[in-house]
């Protein structure tokens, strides 16, 4: 598709010379609005919008290395808490916290998990499930031991059950 130059030329040149600086200045005028319209705003505004993603990626960055740190902080240091009864074995702290949470007489059986040496099985009969809770979460939040398995039963008499316990120590 070939333009014909002169027929604008032929066009301007049929024009007063007020009218053809008017035509030509408004030519131009319409030339540069196309330019910024069609190519320098879509390039700023997708300056912009990069520039925006990198200070959203770089506070990203800068959270995650915080957390980075922070997480290594908690493994070198046990988890940021200190736990207590270390150096005992998990049986004999089963025993001595249930009788210090008067657990002792449900108590019927503690013996060491076989598949799992940091691991202890534990049976309990006829106590109270407030009064096992609650130990629960203060072997737990005091020495680390989490409940990896648990069967309990409900009891006739209301608010007793009888547990079997799988138990995790800290490592």
Do not use: C, H
């Amino acid at each position: 598709m070939n333009f014909d130059w002169s027929l604008v030329k032929n066009y301007l040149d049929g024009l007063k010379p007020r009218e053809r600086a008017l035509v030509i200045g408004g030519a131009a005028v319409l030339l540069v609005l196309i330019l910024y319209l069609l190519i320098w705003e879509p390039v700023a505004n997708s300056v912009e919008e990069k520039r925006n993603a990198v200070a959203q990626q770089e506070e990203l960055l800068q959270w995650m290395r915080k957390a980075a740190q922070e997480i290594n902080q908690l493994q070198a240091g046990g988890g940021g808490r200190t736990i207590a009864g270390a150096g005992q074995s998990l049986l004999s702290l089963i025993d001595s916290t249930a009788k210090a949470a008067g657990l002792g007489g449900a108590l019927k059986r503690v013996q060491p998990d076989g598949q799992n040496e940091n691991g202890a099985r534990v049976w309990l009969e006829q106590v109270g499930f407030d009064d096992m809770v609650k130990w629960l979460d203060q072997l737990q939040k005091s020495y680390g031991v989490q409940v990896t398995g648990s069967v309990i039963d409900r009891q006739e008499a209301v608010g007793l059950v009888n547990a079997r316990l799988e138990l995790m120590g800290a490592s």
